[in-house]
């Protein structure tokens, strides 16, 4: 079976361990949009792995994973990876990584870039600086750098130049900066290159051979809906299709040869950054389920802004992504609460949303129309059946299920791996 697995929040859903739970039955991994700015968090045991680039399968023996051609690699930030799981005695060899030919390459300017334009913006976005936006958008303006021309250093050096030719105008002439040096960029990228190339190969190709074979492959996205470019709350969004749809394009698989797609959520809602928030808390239940839920961004260190769970947006991002399952996160992090509210509207100038508008003004004025439920004020930890999860737990499970329309599945009751319930 070749699942797909998105967030359907704004990213930070807790993918990372349910990707890490599905992987080990399955054959290959798949990792096809985002770049370095994305984080998920595995904890095996003692040991805590934070994944930039790298699927998080990589911890499981016998494995392959794939960095898609969807997806903007920098070199140095993968290599630091690979480097890093091997000083804790876990080798990312060629048979198990495979990045894809035509993947797109993160440069520096493109990191320079991505912060200079933030600093100048009057309505800062709240990008993470790794470089992702800009390298996206050089792609798009068909004068990106893809992996295969890393490769060829003769095909590289042209591409570089004329690159340089253009970009350090520009950081001259619009941010009296610098430019920047052909030589220094030159040597490290090639120094990649030589490092990076027994994993380089045609990753379509692969993953397709491999469905043919019966292989079972699972798609890991990175980020959540509504920092979809397209249906995203834009412009605080990232640069590429975190729903499911970026997994056809951004792996070269067809969406006919997708069997089932889950969704990860939280019990509540977060979000890093800037951008519209109906459901956020104030401040001090914001501090409290941040310093519960221990919510602060795996690429950043970010504290990310906190809130209810919000059933307007987990349902139009389950339209958009046509869910056939989902997975609740972090349940747990409510073990405390008296009540817990749910939002099922907005309210804006007296009108009633019970479908997520995209108007800017709407989402940053709306106030959320809430349902009040019973807490459980019990630990949930030591559970493994939905069966034996308080009443009330139970209760607001279900409640999400009807909001969203979607059967609930998995639901995490704590950070470790075998902290979930399946039902």
């Known amino acids: 079976m070749n699942i797909v697995v998105v967030g359907a929040q704004w990213g930070d859903e807790g993918k990372g361990k349910l990707i890490d739970i599905l992987s080990k039955d399955v054959d290959v991994t798949v990792r096809y949009q985002g770049g370095s700015n994305a984080g998920h968090t595995v904890i095996v045991g003692q040991e805590r792995y934070v994944f930039h680039l790298l699927p998080s399968a990589i911890l499981r023996d016998g494995k392959v994973c794939v960095i898609g051609n969807g997806v903007v ?3 140095k930030a993968l290599l630091e990876e690979i480097d890093g799981l091997k000083k804790r005695g876990i080798r990312v060899t060629p048979d198990k990584l495979k990045i894809a030919v035509n993947s797109h390459v993160v440069m520096p300017y493109h ?7 933030e600093n100048i913006r009057e309505h800062k976005i709240g990008t993470t600086g790794r470089g992702i936006g800009p390298c996206y958008a050089d792609k798009v303006t ?8 890393l490769m ?10 004329d690159n340089l030719k253009e970009k350090n ?7 009296s900066q610098e430019g920047f040096s052909f030589d220094s960029i030159h040597d490290e990228y090639q120094a990649y290159a030589r490092r990076l190339k027994p994993y380089v190969c045609d990753t379509a190709l692969f993953i397709n051979d491999a469905i043919n074979r019966k292989s079972s492959v699972l ?12 249906f995203g709350t834009y412009p605080f969004v990232t640069s590429s299709n975190t729903t499911v749809g970026g997994a056809a394009s951004g792996s070269g698989v067809a969406p006919t040869r997708i069997d089932k797609v889950i969704a990860a959520v939280k019990a509540y809602t977060t979000r890093v950054g800037e951008g519209p928030f109906p459901t956020e808390f104030g401040k001090e239940m914001d501090d409290e389920i941040r310093s519960r839920g221990k919510e602060f961004g795996a690429t950043t260190g970010r504290a990310r802004r906190c809130g209810w769970f919000d059933s307007v947006l987990v349902r139009y991002a389950a339209i958009t992504g046509g869910f ?16 817990i509210r749910l939002c099922t509207g907005y309210k804006y100038k007296g009108k009633l949303f019970s479908d997520f508008p995209h108007d800017y003004e709407v989402l940053c004025g709306a106030k959320p129309v809430y349902e009040e439920m019973p807490g459980w004020q019990k630990p949930l930890g030591a559970i493994r059946e939905f069966s034996r999860l308080p009443v009330q737990a139970r209760s607001y499970i279900k409640r999400l ?3 969203v329309g979607v059967p609930i599945k998995y639901i995490s009751i704590g950070s470790e791996r075998d902290e979930i319930i399946v039902r």
Request: aromatic share 10%; net charge negative.
């Open 73 to 75: 690699v920098d070199p």
């Open 111 to 117: 990191r320079i870039l991505d912060g200079l334009r």
């Open 142 to 149: 068909r004068c990106g750098i893809r992996m295969v021309d």
């Open 152 to 161: 060829n250093p003769r095909v590289f050096s042209a591409k570089l130049k």
């Open 169 to 175: 105008e520009y950081f001259k002439k619009v941010f």
């Open 219 to 230: 798609f890991e996205g990175a980020q959540g809906a509504f920092l979809d470019i397209d």
């Open 324 to 339: 056939d399952e989902l997975a609740i996160m972090k349940l747990d992090v409510l073990d405390e609460l008296k009540t």
């Open 401 to 403: 299920e009807a909001l």
